[in-house]
């Protein structure tokens, strides 16, 4: 049965992700195989709050961005519709009803929402108003249930594997310990999978609460051997045993609170137990910059067709999601509030025991 479908809006949201644009143009072009339309809203919501924050996206517009970075949409992680900020008090007002008449008024016929926990979870909720739409999950960080890899988490391990590779030059020449802060929000994705690729001593992840006095057993056991340098990757949720996460800034408002700090920390703490000169680098917002990897640029690419199918075949309220090998659509009502951890018996987590690697427990 031919879709009733022919106008389709989409938009990003949340931090940005390097494979966006891949969806994007992925959507784009599906879309204008099967004659529907696509408009690209600005700004995650933000795009159907205002009527000057939309525009037509033809496969003309998309061609070259698949291998570009950042979003030519825009995105946003503040400014959920139904608790948007008004004053900066903390004043919040609901405008969602507003963007249901914009997703009226454009004559859109469904909705692809690219983004991460927080902006699927907004998506649902205009799902349940009455919005056909499809999520597509986003994050560097990996943390989204339902799917065994979200596009920019390739790309972000891939960079942060490189900089390791090259902290362990220096640091062997200087006889040092460093410590490389990797992002992941409270999941330790990041950090096992470029500590593993990199081949780092020490990998500490916020599932498992290290114990300083362990790093400083593996480097002890390092410097036994001879080897006189040590690298520890620690994710910026990692968290000792029986402490806190490192906050750099405490939640407020609409903004969640800023992880960071944890690689000075133990950087710090290893230098006075061990004497031995330590420094720490903190990668920061480098991983979510940059082309995306062919991974990531093939997953993207994916999840957008897929989308597209989902949409012509009616299926709303769904998320794309990866089983390898395949492209699933999965409901986002098992998606939104939970967050993917490393599982403590996973393959991963005993192959880096395995290797001799300490994850500070
Ligand atoms: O969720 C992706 C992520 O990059 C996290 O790894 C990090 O904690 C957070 O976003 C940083 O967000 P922001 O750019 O808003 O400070």
């Given amino acids: 049965m031919p879709s009733a479908v022919k106008r389709i809006g989409v938009m990003t949201g949340g931090g940005d992700a390097p494979g966006l644009n891949a969806v994007i143009r992925a959507v784009v072009k599906s879309a204008s195989n099967c004659r529907c339309e696509v408009i690209g809203l600005e700004d995650s919501f933000d795009g159907l709050l205002e009527p000057d924050r939309s525009r037509i996206l033809t496969p003309n517009d998309v061609t070259g961005i ?68 499809v999520g597509v999950p986003k994050t560097i960080d990996n943390d989204i249930v339902e799917t065994t890899n979200t596009f920019g988490f390739d790309t972000a391990v891939s960079f942060a594997t490189d900089a390791i590779d090259r902290l362990h030059t220096t640091a062997e020449a200087h006889h040092r310990v460093m410590i490389v802060e990797v992002m992941g ?98 990668l920061g917002h480098l991983q979510r910059g940059g082309a995306p990897t062919s991974f990531d640029r093939i997953l993207a690419t994916r999840f957008g067709a897929r989308a597209v199918e989902l949409i012509l075949e009616g299926q709303f309220g769904s998320m794309v999601a990866f089983h390898p090998p395949d492209i699933v659509a999965v409901p986002l009502e098992r998606v939104v509030g939970r967050t993917r951890n490393v599982p403590l018996d996973f393959d991963v987590v005993r192959t880096a025991r395995a290797m001799g690697i300490s994850l500070g427990d």
Avoid at 73 to 98: C, H, I, M, Q
């Fill in 66 to 133: 698949l291998r570009i970075g950042g979003t030519i949409l825009g995105t946003t992680n503040r400014g959920n519709p139904f608790a948007y900020p008004v004053d900066t008090s903390g004043g919040k007002r609901d405008y969602s009803e507003r963007c249901l008449e914009m997703f009226h008024q454009l004559r859109l016929n469904a909705l692809v929402v690219i983004g991460g926990d927080g902006t699927l979870a907004i998506a649902y909720e205009f799902f349940k108003r009455g919005i056909p739409l």
């Fill in 185 to 282: 929000r409270y999941a330790g994705w990041i950090a096992l999978y470029s500590g593993l690729a990199g081949g780092a001593d020490v990998i500490l992840i916020p599932e498992i609460p290290f114990d300083v006095d362990k790093i400083v057993e593996r480097i002890r056991a390092r410097e036994a051997f001879g080897a006189r340098f040590s690298i520890v990757v620690v994710a910026e949720g990692a968290k000792p045993i029986g402490g806190k996460v490192s906050v750099i800034k405490e939640a407020q408002g609409e903004f969640v609170e800023r992880l960071g700090g944890v690689g000075a920390q133990v950087a710090a703490a290893l230098e006075s137990r061990t004497g031995k000169e330590t420094r720490y680098v903190v």
